[in-house]
């Protein structure tokens, strides 16, 4: 099936440094996601993003948090600075239209912030 | 908002016995329903979808019907396999906007030989 592509799969970090953690979604796909997974607990939503913006965000999304697709290269999360409650795994997901359509992830980058 | 609630794991069956996972959900609005599986280490993959309300969707031996009377969507199957063992999320998407998915808390079910 249609395959997500994220990059690193694990990192570790400092905290106050600034992370990012890139996605390369599914080549025809035009809306793209961000979901939090804390160890053990349930997928969270962070973001979506369309046509160059933001769409959708969540509470978790915080101001540290931003997401860009230049020139259609990689979807990229970038967290500055990171806080310890940031330790999670972060899925991407895209999907070919937005509403009601399914979503194909990535298998996670682990961020383990110390 | 939207909210999805399911059967809180683990659940632990022995091959061949049946699966029922269950999964309710709250929303305002006419939603799609889905399931989908983990695997450790992997990402959430769709194991099916049903968009509309009375209709059922099938995969691989599971099958879940959409409930829009009962706010529901139990996940079953006849008679797991070891290889059925991961997380199943029940989630839900709206049809009017893109705000992706409102998942579970997902169910890991474990299945011994």
């Known amino acids: 099936g249609p395959k997500v592509l994220q990059i690193p799969s694990h990192q570790i970090i400092d905290m106050g440094q600034m992370v990012t953690l890139n996605c390369d979604p599914v080549?025809?796909?035009?809306?793209f996601y961000w979901y939090k997974q804390i160890l053990g607990q349930q997928m969270e939503f962070l973001v979506n993003?369309?046509?160059?913006?933001?769409?959708?965000k969540s509470k978790l999304f915080k101001d540290q948090f931003s997401v860009e697709r230049p020139d259609g290269s990689y979807f990229t999360l970038k967290i500055q600075p990171t806080a310890l409650e940031d330790s999670a795994v972060y899925f991407c997901a895209s999907s070919l239209e937005g509403s009601g359509n399914t979503l194909y992830f990535g298998e996670g980058s682990r961020l383990i912030v110390v | 908002g939207d909210s999805v609630t399911q059967t809180e794991g683990p659940v632990t069956l022995s091959e061949g016995t049946s699966l029922t996972v269950n999964c309710s959900y709250e929303?305002?609005?006419?939603?799609?329903l889905f399931w989908y599986v983990q695997y450790p280490g992997e990402g959430p993959q769709l194991l099916f979808k049903v968009p509309k309300a009375n209709e059922k969707g099938s995969n691989r031996g599971f099958e879940a019907t959409y409930n829009k009377e009962a706010t529901s969507f139990h996940l079953q199957k006849a008679s797991v396999q070891e290889s059925d063992s991961a997380v199943y999320y029940c989630?839900?998407?709206?049809?009017?906007?893109?705000?992706?998915?409102?998942f579970g808390l997902g169910t890991r079910v474990s299945v011994f030989p």
């Open positions: 993003f369309y046509n160059g913006k933001v769409m959708e």
């Open positions: 080549s025809n796909h035009l809306y």
């Open positions: 929303t305002k609005q006419y939603p799609t």
């Open positions: 989630a839900l998407s709206q049809n009017n906007y893109a705000q992706g998915l409102t």
